[in-house]
């Protein structure tokens, strides 16, 4: 099971940390992401991290503002998101691969993915 915490209603400018803390003992294994959905749009990818924590892929609208982490010391994975944007207003979810991760590789589809957490929303004021 996966649990999202951290959302809330932000300024332009401001930064949030989102965490997802995960159950079992077999997290350590899985490559996770984030993904959001705004209202009337699709959900779309975020940021993904391989399953050792050490590597991390981002889609361009987050690049260089927003940064995964991933502490299996605690089972938990974050997302640090600086210089909000209005356009950053979604109900943010985190996700577990289940399946194996192949080296070198990140996933961007939903379909990729098999755990999904209820989803916090962050709301970005202009």
């Known amino acids: 099971q996966l649990a999202e915490s951290g959302g809330g209603l932000v300024q332009t400018g401001d930064s949030l940390r989102l965490s997802c803390a995960a159950s079992?003992?077999?997290?350590?294994?899985?490559?996770m992401a984030w993904f959001r959905q705004a209202p009337g749009k699709e959900r779309e990818f975020v940021a993904a991290v391989a399953w050792t924590g050490r590597r991390t892929y981002y889609a361009d609208s987050v690049k260089g503002r927003f940064t995964i982490s991933k502490d299996n010391a605690k089972n938990t994975v974050y997302l640090q998101m600086n210089s909000l944007k209005p356009e950053d207003t979604a109900v943010y979810s985190c996700t577990a691969r289940g399946r194996s991760c192949s080296i070198g590789s990140f996933y961007t589809r939903s379909m990729d993915y098999d755990y999904w957490g209820q989803g916090t929303q962050v709301t970005v004021s202009s």
């Open positions: 079992g003992d077999t997290f350590s294994r899985y490559c």
